[in-house]
């Protein structure tokens, strides 16, 4: 997928891998997903919300997709992969 982040999802974890650390969570953990499409200038990203962890908020309240470990950012070439996943944690999600 892309040099930021991976994420993979098993039918019953969402593990997201970056360089230095992976984190994984249980589907009943989660309780949402937030998307955003690359575009040609930007990466997109697939944030997880998860039950009882905080977000990582930078400068002017924003959420820092580069250090926040719920968010796995995607250049525009890798964004079917990601779509992929997103829609099998979606039918998970609706179970």
Same mark, same amino acid.
């Given at each position: 997928m892309s040099s930021i982040a991976t994420i993979?999802? +098993?039918?019953?974890?969402?593990? =997201?891998? $970056? @360089?230095?650390?992976? $984190?994984?969570?249980?589907? +009943?953990? =989660?309780t949402g997903l937030q998307w955003r499409a690359a575009g040609l200038l930007y990466n997109g990203y697939l944030r997880l919300a998860v039950r009882g962890v905080a977000d990582v908020r930078g400068k002017g309240g924003r959420v820092d997709l580069l250090r926040d470990e719920?968010?796995? @950012?995607?250049? $525009?070439?890798?964004?079917?992969?990601? %779509?992929?996943?997103?829609?099998?944690? %979606?039918?998970?999600?609706?179970?």
């Open positions: 993979t999802f +098993d039918g019953q974890l969402v593990t =997201i891998t $970056r @360089p230095k650390s992976a $984190r994984s969570y249980r589907i +009943d953990q =989660i719920l968010a796995a @950012p995607f250049t $525009r070439g890798n964004q079917p992969a990601f %779509e992929q996943v997103r829609a099998a944690i %979606e039918q998970a999600l609706a179970q």
